[in-house]
């Protein structure tokens, strides 16, 4: 199994930044793919980006200009850099990370999930 565990939530103001960030542990060899996700309570999860294990990312159309996920294999840590936050983007956030290659924004497709970080934007 793979472990995920997020780190870096909190609160900001809108315009500002943060950076999140999600060690895996366990079968690390095993992961070819890894994504961030968002969730408000009562709304469906929602993908932000993915990257597989050559470094190829996929993002959400409408987050892409403002959000950027890379990686250090190396530590086997992904990382969220968002800039110029808005209150809109107030959710729970979550890594995952699914054995197969390639890139997906769909929640389905991930089997490993991190407990997941607050951000909250005022």
């Known amino acids: 199994d793979v472990q995920l565990v997020e780190s870096g939530g909190g609160s900001a103001l809108a315009g500002g930044s943060l950076r999140l960030s999600c060690v895996a542990s366990?079968?690390?060899?095993?992961?070819?793919?890894m994504g961030w996700f968002r969730q408000v309570p009562g709304l469906e999860r929602e993908g932000i980006g993915s990257?597989?294990?050559?470094?190829?990312?996929t993002y959400a159309d409408s987050l892409k200009a403002r959000f950027t996920i890379s990686k250090d294999s190396a530590t086997n840590t992904l990382f969220l850099q968002m800039n110029s936050l808005k209150p809109e983007d107030t959710a729970i956030y979550y890594c995952?990370?699914?054995?197969?290659?390639?890139?997906?924004?769909?929640?389905?497709?991930?089997?490993?999930w991190g407990q997941g970080t607050q951000v909250t934007v005022s």
């Open positions: 995952a990370a699914a054995s197969w290659a390639g890139t997906s924004l769909r929640p389905s497709e991930y089997v490993y």
């Open positions: 366990g079968a690390t060899q095993d992961i070819g793919c």
């Open positions: 990257i597989d294990s050559d470094g190829i990312t």
